[in-house]
């Protein structure tokens, strides 16, 4: 078998393959963070918790309704959505008009309570959830081997992350969401229902999280602290792309997925901390992020 | 076309205002900045608000708007009293807002931002009109908004609210920092836009394009109407004014 720079490709490829599906889960996660920051200018500290709870709402349903995994992959989203739209309705939006700061506080306690429930209700040890029939088993590409579910979360991630950049940069309702970003007082002027426009986009990045938590399920167990272990990673991802950068989020997203990936191959002693190295070095050189725009 | 179902000034203007603004306060944060403003405008006319900086003029176009933090007294727009609506609320009641500086969104396209308003009522000009209009936005509309010139940003932001179908206009300082051709253009817009039947509130610093355009003058300081001009006694009260206005 022939290496490449002195590691055999089925390692190289398979790391290559694990760096793509973290960066999967990353790129979803960040730009729910991305929209949500956005137009709410608020760090959703409980992206984390809402990840968990897709995974959960995936297990839930199947566990006890029999839902299976594709009609979960549509109705997990749709349920921590919604759990999103009821917290913005009542609780951020009442705080809207202070420091945004207050904000992450909020979403900082939601996030620690809604984990509390879960690992009281659920303890901590995981839950088992089977990968769908359908994508079970892989196929061997000579120099790899890639399971069909993998290459699946990464597919599926795609799509997901581009159609929401086209949603956003290419359609009436993303110009909306663009123009109240930007100027939320002049937009309303225009007779355009901003505080529901925030309401909905709430909503949607709380969705992205939650479709993130399902794909998540057959790989990681379904565990009440799966979020907040991938949450401080993904903050990482946002700060490096650029706070509110919805390009910036997809883009690096998978590539810090891939970087970190490689990094396990060539320097595994590095591969927790390299995320962390380029948000330092990314800080300080450009203070907002590598697709962010100044204040 | 400009002239398609618009009101006729005329017939408006006999059914009494189609503005009554009444005790109207505002505030910024603590700061109180209108004290009780009092004016009318009628169907068809074009009122210019003057006064010297900081009187309160945009903040008396804010506070119709429903833009400012907190405002009480009464604003009857066409019968409906909007102090207590929101401002898309008061949009979709025919108004428009043109804000001193001009509120062209950085994110978005000069189409974008030409399309973004939503139509409001029948009776919008067209995309073509527009173009017709202010030819200038038509060469540039995949441009970055904020990559036009000043004058043409005006032009946009004019352009945007006349596609909705808003029929009662709010311009604030269109002129402000434009060279004198591109005012000239403003105001020919202007006079055309009045002579198709809207009815328009004009802030300006610059009383002698006002002059060109309006039927009446409001003179605002510190925060209320203190003088109403007609234009056709402008010269015969041009030293009041200079007084006010500290010309």
């Known amino acids: 078998m022939f290496e490449l720079l002195g590691i055999p490709p089925q390692a190289l490829f398979g790391q290559v393959l694990l760096g793509l599906i973290n960066g999967s889960f990353y790129a979803i996660l960040s730009l729910g963070l991305a929209v949500i920051f956005g137009l709410l200018n608020i760090i959703n500290f409980s992206h984390g918790a809402q990840y968990m709870m897709g995974a959960f709402v995936a297990w839930m349903c199947l566990t006890y309704l029999g839902i299976n995994y594709w009609a979960a992959l549509l109705l997990a989203p749709l349920i921590v959505g919604a759990t999103g739209i009821a917290i913005e309705r009542l609780l951020l939006k009442r705080i809207a008009h202070v420091d945004h700061l207050y904000g992450l506080l909020l979403t900082f306690g939601l996030a620690l309570i809604i984990q509390g429930l879960f690992r009281n209700q659920y303890g901590s040890s995981g839950l088992p959830y089977q990968i769908p029939a359908e994508l079970r088993g892989g196929v061997n590409l000579g120099f790899m081997f890639l399971p069909w579910y993998r290459g699946w979360v990464v597919v599926a991630s795609l799509i997901v992350c581009l159609a929401t950049w086209f949603l956003i940069e290419k359609t009436r309702l993303g110009a909306y969401l663009r123009a109240a970003t930007e100027n939320p007082t002049l937009t309303q002027a225009f007779g355009i229902n901003v505080p529901l426009l925030v309401t909905l986009t709430y909503g949607f990045g709380v969705a992205l999280a939650g479709f993130a938590g399902v794909l998540a399920a057959p790989i990681y167990s379904v565990n009440p602290n799966m979020g907040a272990d991938l949450i401080i990673v993904v903050f990482a991802v946002v700060v490096i792309g650029g706070m509110g950068s919805i390009l910036g989020a997809i883009v690096t997203g998978f590539s810090l997925g891939l970087i970190e990936g490689l990094t396990k191959v060539f320097y595994p002693e590095a591969s927790a901390t390299v995320i962390f190295i380029i948000m330092v070095l990314v800080l300080l050189v450009r203070p907002a992020g590598l697709f962010g725009r100044a204040a | 076309m400009l002239t398609e179902a618009a009101p006729s000034p005329a017939t408006k203007a006999d059914t009494g205002p189609m503005l009554e603004v009444r005790g109207l306060e505002a505030w910024y944060g603590e700061s109180h900045v209108l004290h009780g403003i009092d004016f009318d405008v009628r169907a068809g006319e074009v009122v210019t608000l003057l006064g010297r900086n900081g009187a309160g003029k945009t903040t008396t176009l804010k506070s119709i708007m429903g833009v400012i933090g907190k405002r009480k007294g009464s604003v009857?727009?066409?019968?409906?009293?909007?102090?207590?609506?929101?401002?898309?609320?008061?949009?979709?009641?025919?108004?428009?807002?043109?804000?001193?500086?001009?509120?062209?969104?950085?994110?978005?396209?000069?189409?974008?931002?030409?399309?973004?308003?939503?139509?409001?009522?029948?009776?919008?000009?067209?995309?073509?009109?527009?173009?017709?209009?202010?030819?200038?936005?038509?060469?540039?509309?995949?441009?970055?908004?904020?990559?036009?010139?000043?004058?043409?940003?005006?032009?946009?932001?004019?352009?945007?609210?006349?596609?909705?179908?808003?029929?009662?206009?709010?311009?604030?300082?269109?002129?402000?920092g434009l060279a004198p051709v591109i005012i000239d253009q403003i105001g020919a817009t202007i006079r055309k836009l009045k002579q198709d039947g809207y009815t328009i509130i004009l802030v300006e610093q610059n009383f002698r394009f006002a002059a060109t355009v309006a039927d009446r003058h409001y003179v605002v300081e510190q925060g209320k109407v203190i003088d109403m001009i007609p234009n056709d006694q402008l010269d015969a009260n041009i030293d009041k004014l200079h007084g006010y206005l500290g010309v």
């Open chain 2, 76 to 176: 009857v727009l066409e019968g409906t009293e909007t102090i207590g609506l929101p401002s898309r609320a008061i949009a979709r009641l025919g108004m428009g807002y043109v804000p001193e500086e001009r509120g062209i969104y950085a994110s978005l396209s000069v189409e974008e931002n030409l399309m973004l308003p939503p139509k409001v009522r029948d009776g919008g000009l067209s995309v073509e009109d527009i173009f017709t209009l202010f030819p200038n936005i038509k060469e540039r509309l995949k441009s970055q908004g904020t990559k036009l010139s000043g004058g043409e940003q005006q032009m946009l932001a004019i352009g945007r609210i006349l596609r909705t179908g808003a029929h009662f206009l709010l311009l604030d300082e269109p002129t402000e």
